[in-house]
């Protein structure tokens, strides 16, 4: 039955078999040539993009530990209170936002044998070329403290003319050389020398406050490798764009929450662009809070949590 049945078929459908086999290898021929020229893109675009190590295309989160090699000699880092640092740049020590005094309560402040150390400008403080102050906040500045330091020692202090008015009131007495004024229009930078190794003040605005200071500077300190240091600016694009035509950053100094914060870390990954960051500014009490969530933004951050210690930068 079977037989007789497939023989009936065979021999009847010699035409369709010809016409079959005609259908399907143009069927196929079409099939190629949609699979080589037409859905070949479209799986393109499926796939993972390669990764490229830059900057500018990292978005928020994104980890860039280890996406860029520091070169040069590391900067050495002494956390002071709050965002005030001692930085050694190129064998040049720079007291940035320190000494302070009551600071502005949640914020860090020295211990009283900190102070003494800090004013009277005794080791580790001895030998501060220059002193640079963001603006006058409290918990960034103290005409008091800072003019102690400068009776001792012969540093040079860099700020804005409202800054430096307020250590002349304090120190009439100083001269004029060791006071350097200095107030670029808003988003541009000026190159200060006075410090043996090129200091840029950029003109960057304060975050919005209750009692915003007009006249905030940050500083880039170096030459190849610079270090910044942005006191309490407003973390917004915009602010950073006089960064583009200057020198990459290796370490920058920022508010933690540029660092915890996920647009914020946007600002950091594509308009400031640090190969490292020490995240500064944390209350002590909230210390331990920051110290994970830092650790969980993927950053290369270091957190500057133990007034008067040496910070391990990273890698
Ligand atoms: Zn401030």
Not at 58 to 77: H, I, N, Q
Not at 127 to 151: G, K, M, P, S
Not at 166 to 173: F, G, K, L
Not at 231 to 237: F, I, Q, S, T
């Amino acid at each position: 039955m079977l037989g007789s049945s497939h023989r009936a078929d065979g021999g009847a459908s010699s035409p369709l078999k010809l016409l079959t086999m005609l259908m399907l290898g143009a069927a196929m021929a079409c099939l190629m040539f949609w699979s080589a020229f037409v859905q070949a893109p479209a799986a393109g675009a499926d796939r993972p993009t390669i990764p490229v190590l830059s900057p500018d295309v990292l978005s928020a989160g994104e980890v860039y530990r280890g996406a860029f090699t520091p070169d040069g000699a590391a900067p050495d880092v002494r956390y002071v209170a709050n965002s005030g640092m001692l930085v050694t740049v190129s064998g040049r020590r720079f007291l940035i936002d320190a000494p302070i005094r009551d600071g502005i309560s949640p914020y860090a402040t020295s211990s009283a044998a900190e102070r003494a150390l800090l004013e009277n400008a005794r080791a580790p403080y001895d030998r501060v070329d220059a002193i640079l102050i963001t603006h006058w906040h409290e918990d960034h500045f103290d005409a008091d403290a800072i003019a102690a330091h400068l009776r001792r020692r012969a540093a040079i202090l860099i700020s804005s003319p409202e800054v430096v008015d307020r250590v002349r009131s304090a120190a009439p007495e100083l001269p004029a050389s060791r006071l350097r004024a200095v107030l670029p229009p808003y988003g541009r930078s000026e190159l200060v020398n006075d410090a043996g190794v090129p200091v840029h003040a950029l003109r960057i605005r304060h975050n919005p406050a209750r009692r915003l200071p007009e006249q905030h500077l940050g500083f880039l300190i170096g030459g190849s490798s610079p270090v910044l240091h942005v006191g309490d600016a407003d973390p917004a694009a915009d602010n950073f764009a006089l960064l583009a035509p200057l020198p990459r950053i290796d370490l920058a100094f920022l508010p933690f929450w540029y660092v915890t914060g996920e647009a914020n870390r946007t600002v950091v990954s594509h308009a400031i662009r640090p190969k490292r960051i020490v995240a500064m500014h944390v209350p002590p009490k909230d210390a331990a809070a920051v110290a994970s969530q830092v650790a969980a933004s993927g950053m290369a951050a270091t957190v500057a949590s133990t007034p008067a210690t040496s910070l391990s930068l990273p890698r």
